[in-house]
């Protein structure tokens, strides 16, 4: 897909509505973009995205030829980058998905982590501050910020208690955002978002990983079936498992659809809340910089924890990608109960079969320090803002494993 440098970008005529989302060859910006799309008419969307060697377009490439959407080279740990979108581009709202999202690099790569998730965020509000005071801003915080819970489910007054250098990186963009707030009055706001998969999941991620691995053992598996002699049956073949962490943590799993609708509305909060509702009707429903300072400045504008309020172990993912493609697993564990024994193995017709293994545990993709468990209390958002997501786990797992399945088919 064509991509434009800054300058080039084409604004829309004077008091256009101009929406920049970063990162958005990833989940959550596609997302972002597609919601927008569909439910901000009169926006212009510009979509930012480094311009690496290797094309990385796959989630966007149903914009190619999507009149509203333009995508441009954006570095956010090159402020050069930032400032000059601000000063060009001069958006009304900047939604910013780039980051270093993945929890167990942060570990190899801490510093560059931090740059990213932490010190790129001062440069996006320094940005706003000097350039256009009224942008609104979004970052991706995360329940990783939870960290060690000492309370379950975790709402906004939890503390933080990260475990890694991601989580410490997100909660330090959080205050970073509250004092920028507090001290400018720039609408500026970072939701709490709990895990939010879907089919495009990167595939380093342990729900993308399951399903997609579901499906080339299903495959191998049908493969292995069909080439035995009719009315045989062998349990000679083998597959090659999948090879996971630790299968007991437990998350709280949303589709990331339903949280891009959660972050527009944090984006506008004086809309969707509807005791709030006079700022909205003041402002003729569109919100004048001196109106938006004015309501942030009053504590109105808050970040809000997006969950989907129910947690599920990565055994309990398994155990459904697998039943969703049409095979039987069961948790086995040998008899000196050693917990890194443990496999899934294939069942067949009720019974198991110990030497199909399906999945087993290798200590390499363990962490330094895991998050255990987290389970998400979303009552504020769904009660203030109106948020009401609409997939549930199980509807979750089957919609990734589906869609996996029907790109194999494509090939
Ligand atoms: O791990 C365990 C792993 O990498 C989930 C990001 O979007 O959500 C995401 O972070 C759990 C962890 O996501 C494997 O130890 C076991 O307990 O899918 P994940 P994450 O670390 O929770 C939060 C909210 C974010 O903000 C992040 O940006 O699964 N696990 N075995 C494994 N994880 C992986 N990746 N691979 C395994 O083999």
Redesign the pocket.
């Known amino acids: 897909m064509k991509i434009k440098n800054i300058q080039d970008i084409t604004l829309p005529p004077s008091g256009g509505m101009v929406i920049f989302v970063s990162g958005v060859t990833g989940q959550d910006g596609s997302h972002m973009v597609d919601y927008l799309l569909k439910n901000v008419p009169e926006a212009t969307i510009i979509g930012g995205a480094r311009r690496l060697s290797v094309d990385n377009h796959d989630n966007i490439v149903h914009l190619e030829h999507e009149p509203r959407f333009q995508l441009v080279n954006f570095d956010l740990t090159d402020s050069h980058s930032i400032y000059k979108l601000m000063e060009y581009a001069k958006p009304d709202y900047f939604i910013n998905f780039a980051?270093q999202?993945?929890?167990?690099s942060s570990w190899d790569f801490a510093r560059q982590t931090w740059q990213t998730n932490s010190t790129s965020i001062l440069d996006c509000l320094e940005a706003i501050k000097r350039l256009k005071p009224s942008c609104r801003f979004y970052n991706?915080g995360?329940?990783?910020e939870f960290g060690n819970v000492i309370v379950t489910p975790q709402n906004e007054t939890h503390p933080p208690r990260p475990r890694s250098p991601?989580g410490a990186s997100?909660a330090a963009a959080r205050t970073l955002i509250k004092v920028y707030r507090e001290s400018y009055g720039i609408y500026a706001v970072q939701g709490w978002?709990?895990?939010?998969e879907g089919p495009r999941r990167g595939k380093?991620?342990?729900?993308r990983?399951i399903t997609t691995n579901v499906v080339r053992i299903k495959n191998e598996i049908d493969a292995a079936l069909n080439s035995l002699p009719d009315g045989v049956a062998s349990f000679d073949w083998k597959v090659t498992p999948i090879?996971?962490?630790?299968?007991d943590?437990c998350?709280d799993w949303s589709d990331a659809e339903d949280m891009v609708d959660a972050v527009w509305r944090m984006l506008n909060q004086e809309v969707y809340n509807s005791s709030h509702l006079g700022y909205a009707t003041l402002t003729g429903g569109r919100f004048t910089p001196e109106w938006t300072k004015l309501y942030v400045g009053q504590g109105m504008v808050k970040d809000y924890v997006c969950s989907s309020d129910v947690n599920h172990s990565?055994r309990d993912f398994v155990t459904e990608a697998f039943k969703v493609a049409g095979i039987e697993g069961r948790w086995f564990i040998n008899m000196k109960n050693e917990p890194l024994s443990e496999r899934f193995v294939y069942v067949d017709g009720g019974i198991p079969v110990p030497d199909v293994v399906l999945v087993r545990i290798n200590p390499q993709?363990?962490?330094p320090a895991?998050?255990e468990t987290l389970r998400g209390d979303s009552s504020a958002i769904r009660k203030e803002l109106g948020w009401n997501p609409k997939t549930n786990f199980n509807e979750l797992v089957k919609k990734m494993v589906t869609s996996d399945l029907s790109q194999v088919k494509k090939v």
């Not at 978002?193 to 939010?196: P, Y």
């Not at 090879?243 to 299968?247: A, D, K, V, Y």
């Open positions: 980051a999202s993945f929890v167990a991706a995360s329940s990783e991601y997100k978002l709990f895990n939010h380093e991620f342990v729900t990983k090879e996971l962490g630790n299968i943590a998350r990565i993709f363990y962490r895991e998050v």
